[in-house]
């Protein structure tokens, strides 16, 4: 069965579109909030939302702005806060299909993962733990200083100007059939905004700084062959948080966990992990 998709508006108009995979457990254990990566969308989730269903999980996601089936310029937010407002509405508008009385949890990756944290750090009471998959909070290696120069100068005096986001998409897998899937999905983009770029540096920079902050069991997971986003940046953010977060890190994976080759055992981990933590 395919997702139920619904739409809903951001607070500056623009019309959202979220999806949701069900499951069919006469009693649901709880529900997962997925905020997907920079350029990608949430459809690109539906064997983790299958897969989710049969453990007896609800999985609800959305198409960032800019990004998938939803409005907005490709790649842009006009700010940090928009993308939390955006979120915090995704919250509460899904409980119109997914009701508001099972445990919920987050789960972001990539940028995702970098909007998840950020949200925790701010809403740490509203949900009952996160698992973050190789978060951006720092890059692989350091990014060109053109674009980081790019990115402050336009980032308030043109914040709608875009750049090609430079993503390395053989860097994702290392399955081929998933890059080439990636490539040839009309649905993806690779543009970011000089504002977006700016603001996914200093958040990225912000969560690390205030990880000691981090409040809710949290499982973090991050390739240590991610040639994207830094492995190292997430375990430093595990070690200043401390006990509320479990930091697995998988040899050899590459930036998408949930699609590299054993893609199967880091869901299998994200579901053991959701069953250890959820008293629903």
Do not use: C
């Amino acid at each position: 069965m395919n997702p139920k998709s619904f739409t809903f508006m951001s607070k500056d108009g623009l019309l959202l579109l979220g999806r949701a995979w069900m499951t069919t457990y006469p009693q649901p254990k709880g529900m997962l909030y997925l905020v997907h990566g920079l350029g990608e969308h949430s459809g690109r989730y539906d064997h983790i939302g299958k897969t989710l269903k049969k453990a007896g999980y609800h999985l609800v996601g959305f198409d960032l702005r800019g990004h998938g089936l939803s409005e907005g310029p490709r790649g842009h937010s006009p700010g940090f806060s928009h993308l939390m407002d955006d979120i915090r509405i995704f919250l509460n508008e899904s409980t119109k299909y997914l009701g508001n009385s099972l445990p919920k949890f987050l789960y972001g990756h990539s940028f995702g993962g970098n909007l998840v944290i950020n949200f925790g750090l701010r809403n740490h009471i509203e949900f009952k733990g996160a698992i973050v998959t190789s978060p951006a909070l720092s890059t692989a290696s350091p990014p060109p200083k053109t674009k980081v120069m790019l990115a402050k100068v336009f980032g308030n005096i043109l914040p709608g100007i875009s750049f090609k986001s430079g993503l390395k998409q053989d860097a994702l897998s290392r399955d081929a059939a998933i890059v080439k899937a990636y490539q040839d999905d009309v649905y993806v983009h690779d543009t970011i905004s000089a504002r977006l770029g700016l603001d996914l540096l200093e958040s990225g920079q912000a969560a690390l700084e205030n990880a000691q902050n981090w409040q809710a069991p949290l499982l973090l997971m991050h390739g240590t062959a991610d040639q994207i986003t830094s492995w190292t940046a997430s375990q430093i953010f595990a070690e200043h948080a401390g006990d509320p977060v479990e930091l697995h890190l998988w040899p050899n994976y590459y930036h998408e966990l949930h699609n590299d080759f054993g893609s199967e055992n880091v869901i299998q981990k994200m579901i053991g992990w959701l069953n250890q933590n959820n008293d629903g």
